[in-house]
């Protein structure tokens, strides 16, 4: 079977032969942007930025589910900046992969400024980077409570030189457009510590 730009069209069953019979994947000449022009520029900003400070990002995602590496990575030269990415969705990954303490993670819960700084320190004690980024929010539809409603989102930054950045936002919205401003945002705080 042949894609729209002519390139044939495989699907992989489960004992991992290619089939030409069915299409599962069908590949483009023209790459479609997952990103807003907007965001994808905030991305390139802080890929120069880094680029030319020589220095490295890690990160460590929960409800944005490496989004803001995916943003990271859609700028060419990204490789340059990006040390690694983790995510870190469930509490037993923040503990770990991160290092995260239990204790926190009852006491405060896993969308907590606390947590979000023990996973931007915990980023970095993991990582080759010299500033690491953690996202921790709720991003819906499901999942809020009157003292952490949905569109509660933490973030926190940790550089090696011992900076270290933590505040919570509130975005409103349906889930995609929660977690699309939570990656703004997380760029917005990289970019603010290398410019």
Known sequence: MRGSEGTLVYM????????????QYT???QEIPMFSLDLLARASEVVAAYDKA???ISVAESCTGGLVCAALTSVPGASRVLDRGFITYSNEAKRESLGVDRLAL???????PQVAAQMAQGTLAFSQAETALSVTGIAG???GSVQKPVGLVCFALATREGVALNYTCHFSG???QIRLAAVAEGLKLLLSVCS
């Open 54 to 56: 020589t220095r490295r």
């Open 27 to 29: 590949l483009f000449s």
């Open 141 to 143: 539809p499901e999942g």
């Open 174 to 176: 349906d889930r995609a």
């Open 12 to 23: 992989v069953n489960a004992k991992g032969i290619g089939s030409p019979l069915v299409p």
């Open 106 to 112: 009852e006491q405060f819960g896993a969308v907590s």
